[in-house]
């Protein structure tokens, strides 16, 4: 691919440094996506020019006409704190006539509403957990048809925001106090789930029209304490030393092929049915029986060169490099 210019769009905190030289691990993983997108970009000959966006749109539209980038590269996760908004910042590049990698604004809002997306695949007859969205300044009250135990969490935040083992509740006085947690402390709806007891897939997909499906990959917990369950809390995502203290890593899932069939299937329809495109990646539960559960869609998840999809992409044959070239050339066929 010929040289271009990439204006990198992500939260100010975020916007990474020339060099990782005199950082700690623990600095590091805070922008490390931020710092591997740019670095790999401009190592393969793009201009990269980070731009850090907040609540203000403005911005946007100075750098569009100034820099006059060939794609944006779309690292937001929110707007104005909200993760909700960020399909409005693809909307507006849109309106721009700006050409930017990842998922498209409708693809976003269905896939952000956890609720409406399993709403639609459980109509498509794709195995969910059942659940029950349970709203801000309402009554909490458990729907006979939801067995315990259940696992509740934000309706709308991502990365394991408020996951924890508590999460975990097994009587309905525990997910009173669970869902008033996420209410306060979050500040978002509460979407509650029947807890699946299996092992945490993840695949990655990518393409417009035509799409790839990557390989299984899987989220491994070695010495966990005893009598904690095996889900990806927000400790499990974002702490490095806890990650290392309990074995938690992520490595090739072993499916038969029978399995590894289904998977890869019922991740292609996912992606369609939720109006997917440029890449993401679908998140599981499969039970010791084989049953596959939907747990979340995730458009424009973590790309990190350490990550979960970069790995899987790896394993398929397709280098970092290669990666976030499929995504920018993806970003430009799709046009604007």
Same mark, same amino acid.
């Given at each position: 691919?010929?040289?271009?210019?990439?204006?990198?769009?992500?939260?100010? =905190?975020?916007?990474?440094?020339?060099?990782?030289?005199?950082?700690?691990?623990?600095?590091?993983?805070?922008?490390?996506?931020?710092? =591997?997108?740019?670095?790999?970009?401009?190592?393969?000959?793009?201009?990269?020019?980070?731009?850090?966006?907040?609540?203000?749109?403005?911005?946007?539209?100075?750098?569009? *006409?100034?820099?006059?980038?060939?794609?944006?590269?779309?690292?937001? *996760? *929110?707007?104005?704190?909200?993760?909700?908004?960020?399909?409005?910042?693809?909307?507006?590049?849109?309106?721009?006539?700006?050409? +930017?990698?990842?998922?498209?604004?409708?693809?976003?809002?269905?896939?952000?509403?956890?609720?409406?997306?399993?709403?639609?695949?459980?109509?498509?007859?794709?195995?969910?957990? #059942?659940?029950?969205?349970?709203?801000? @300044?309402?009554?909490?009250? $458990?729907?006979? #048809?939801?067995?315990?135990?259940?696992?509740?969490? !934000?309706?709308?935040?991502?990365?394991?925001?408020?996951?924890?083992?508590?999460?975990?509740?097994?009587?309905?006085? %525990?997910? *009173?106090? $669970?869902?008033?947690?996420?209410?306060? !402390?979050?500040?978002?709806?509460?979407?509650?789930?029947?807890?699946?007891?299996?092992?945490?897939?993840?695949?990655?997909?990518?393409? @417009?029209?035509?799409?790839?499906?990557?390989?299984?990959?899987?989220?491994?917990?070695?010495?966990?304490?005893?009598?904690? /369950?095996?889900?990806?809390?927000? %400790?499990?995502?974002?702490?490095? #030393?806890?990650?290392?203290?309990?074995?938690?890593?992520?490595?090739?899932?072993?499916?038969?092929?029978?399995?590894?069939? #289904?998977?890869?299937?019922?991740?292609?329809?996912?992606?369609?049915?939720?109006?997917?495109?440029?890449?993401?990646?679908?998140?599981?539960?499969?039970?010791?029986?084989?049953?596959? +559960?939907?747990?979340?869609? @995730?458009?424009?998840?973590?790309? /990190?060169?350490?990550?979960?999809?970069? !790995?899987?992409?790896?394993?398929?044959?397709?280098?970092?490099?290669?990666?976030?070239?499929?995504?920018?050339?993806?970003?430009?066929?799709?046009? /604007?």
């Amino acid at each position: 691919m010929k040289s271009r210019r990439v204006l990198l769009l992500c939260h100010p =905190d975020f916007i990474p440094p020339e060099s990782k030289g005199g950082f700690s691990e623990e600095d590091v993983n805070v922008w490390k996506t931020e710092y =591997d997108v740019a670095s790999t970009l401009r190592g393969l000959g793009h201009e990269v020019r980070p731009l850090g966006v907040v609540d203000e749109l403005t911005p946007i539209r100075r750098a569009v *006409e100034e820099f006059k980038p060939h794609i944006v590269f779309n690292l937001l *996760e *929110e707007f104005a704190g909200l993760p909700e908004l960020d399909q409005h910042v693809v909307s507006y590049l849109e309106l721009l006539g700006v050409k +930017y990698t990842g998922c498209n604004p409708g693809g976003l809002v269905l896939a952000r509403g956890k609720g409406i997306a399993k709403k639609l695949l459980t109509y498509h007859r794709i195995a969910t957990p #059942a659940f029950a969205v349970f709203p801000r @300044n309402r009554r909490v009250r $458990r729907p006979r #048809a939801l067995k315990l135990p259940l696992i509740v969490k !934000s309706l709308v935040e991502e990365s394991s925001m408020g996951i924890s083992q508590a999460s975990i509740v097994d009587s309905d006085e %525990k997910l *009173e106090q $669970r869902v008033k947690f996420v209410h306060e !402390s979050i500040g978002t709806d509460a979407i509650v789930e029947e807890y699946i007891e299996g092992r945490e897939l993840y695949v990655g997909i990518f393409g @417009n029209k035509r799409t790839t499906v990557l390989p299984t990959w899987e989220l491994v917990f070695e010495n966990l304490p005893a009598g904690s /369950a095996a889900i990806a809390t927000e %400790k499990v995502k974002h702490d490095i #030393a806890a990650q290392k203290r309990w074995g938690i890593f992520h490595v090739a899932a072993e499916l038969d092929e029978p399995q590894e069939a #289904a998977v890869q299937r019922t991740t292609k329809r996912i992606y369609r049915i939720l109006q997917l495109d440029g890449y993401a990646r679908i998140d599981y539960r499969l039970t010791p029986d084989g049953q596959l +559960y939907f747990l979340e869609a @995730n458009p424009n998840p973590e790309i /990190a060169a350490s990550e979960e999809l970069a !790995s899987s992409a790896n394993a398929a044959g397709m280098s970092y490099p290669q990666l976030l070239e499929k995504i920018v050339r993806l970003g430009l066929r799709r046009g /604007a």
